[in-house]
């Protein structure tokens, strides 16, 4: 276990030796807790994996892995995901009137991730880490510009700062870092693992059950405020606000704050680069159906009856 401070992986059979490799048939969970080899951790490091967000992890591996199957025809680097076996009920339940401290749901359904075993990229060789985010070196390769490439040409991101709203094109989009993509992968980097950070611009492509709105993008800008480049590129002032005039704009912002915060003031700091619970604004302002419909599903989903529906639902909105 490199990474994931809440997966683990497990043997599912007899492990053997062969010619010096190690070889058994093995699988990985998520939501199994937190690794005791982790000194400290925060409280929302709780280790609980959200029904919610399995079920948004579960159909956002399965766009960004076809994706990537579209993607090998116009590239030489092949990239793919993670495969996902099954989503477990673990049968536990934050009660009614409590939050789950890693998502700030009341009432959150407790759930296991069951999926292909990997070996998690190395973040930082020199200390114990508990997350395999692909470093900004390893993006500039050439596969990560492949991945970068095809996700932006669909406006998918996990960016703090989505760089496809600055106006810049593909071209400049493939030198571009700035954004600070939130990447995990294994440890070869040709498997993307771990998905709850991605969202679907409203300019992009893909079905419109993916989007989020253009109304929750210029909240997110609101709410990073600078941090997000909000006053320094001309095509991010004039989407949220209607104009390129800095002052004007800074102006506006401060007419509508005690109004951001009264509504998003639970999910973390007016003005921060990053909310309380998740890595980015555009997450916690995530108004797609996608979203919508995994928060309600994961309050309510009733198990075996519902599988069938719940996987032809998500193959219906794939591109």
Request: hydrophobic fraction near 35%; charged fraction near 25%; glycine fraction near 8%.
């Amino acid at each position: 276990m490199k990474g994931g401070g809440r997966a683990a992986t497990f043997f599912t059979g007899p492990y053997s030796f062969s010619r010096g490799w190690f070889q058994a048939p093995m699988i990985e969970v998520k939501g199994g807790g937190t690794s005791i080899l982790q000194p400290k951790f925060e409280r929302k490091a709780c280790g609980f994996l959200s029904l919610v967000d399995s079920l948004k992890e579960f159909a956002y591996q399965k766009l960004i892995q076809s994706i990537a199957d579209k993607q090998r025809i116009d590239s030489d680097e092949k990239w793919g995901t993670v495969g996902y076996y099954a989503i477990l009920d673990t049968g536990l339940k934050f009660k009614d009137d409590k939050q789950n401290p890693a998502t700030g749901y009341k009432g959150d359904r407790c759930s296991l991730c069951v999926r292909q075993r990997q070996s998690r990229v190395v973040s930082s060789p020199d200390e114990v880490v508990y997350y395999s985010v692909v470093r900004h070196h390893q993006q500039a390769t050439k596969r990560g510009s492949a991945l970068r490439k095809a996700l932006n040409s669909v406006h998918l991101s996990s960016e703090q700062l989505p760089m496809s709203l600055t106006g810049k094109s593909l071209l400049e989009l493939d030198k571009e870092l700035e954004g600070n993509w939130n990447i995990q992968a294994d440890a070869s980097f040709s498997h993307l693992v771990d998905f709850s950070h991605w969202f679907v611009l409203p300019s992009s492509p893909l079905p419109e059950v993916w989007k989020i709105s253009e109304e929750a993008v210029r909240n997110a800008f609101k709410l990073g405020g600078e941090f997000l480049g909000l006053f320094d590129f001309p095509a991010i002032t004039k989407l949220v606000f209607n104009t390129e005039d800095v002052e004007k704009a800074k102006k506006l912002l401060e007419d509508e704050k005690e109004d951001l915060i009264q509504r998003f003031g639970n999910v973390g700091e007016f003005g921060r680069k990053k909310p309380a619970l998740s890595w980015s604004w555009f997450l916690e302002v995530d108004d797609s159906q996608v979203m919508s419909w995994a928060y309600e599903k994961g309050f309510t989903f009733q198990g075996k009856a519902e599988e069938e529906e719940v996987m032809n639902l998500i193959k219906s909105w794939l591109p």
